[in-house]
């Protein structure tokens, strides 16, 4: 188990020189400081996923009451179902774009 930890401890040694910030990167903002944390990490993966949008629609509803709530979510799924069915020369809707045009 000593052998192991001795070798563990050589590996990250070995690797620790490419974890240190490159004087040369210091230019580049994005290179230059590594003070990012956990919630940092977890709110740019959010929005890089979701879209601030879809983050701020809980507090809009909020605001604007439960009428709002409920005309979102009926126009959309009125939108969805007529996706989803034939129109009169027999084709199904690829987008939305294609409901309202």
Not at 40 to 56: E, I, P, R, S, T
Not at 60 to 86: D, E, P, Q, R
Request: net charge neutral; glycine share 6%.
């Amino acid at each position: 188990m000593k052998r192991v930890l001795i070798n563990m401890k050589g590996y990250l040694e070995e690797v620790g020189h490419l974890t240190k910030l490159n004087p040369q990167d210091a230019w580049l903002p994005i290179t230059e400081s590594r003070n990012g944390n956990a919630h940092y990490a977890a709110f740019h993966n959010l929005n890089a996923g979701v879209g601030f949008q879809a983050l701020v629609l809980p507090v809009a509803f909020a605001y604007l009451g439960w009428y709002a709530i409920f005309s979102y979510l009926f126009t959309t799924l009125h939108y969805i179902l007529h996706m989803f069915k034939f129109n009169e020369i027999g084709q199904h809707f690829c987008s939305f774009c294609d409901i309202w045009f």
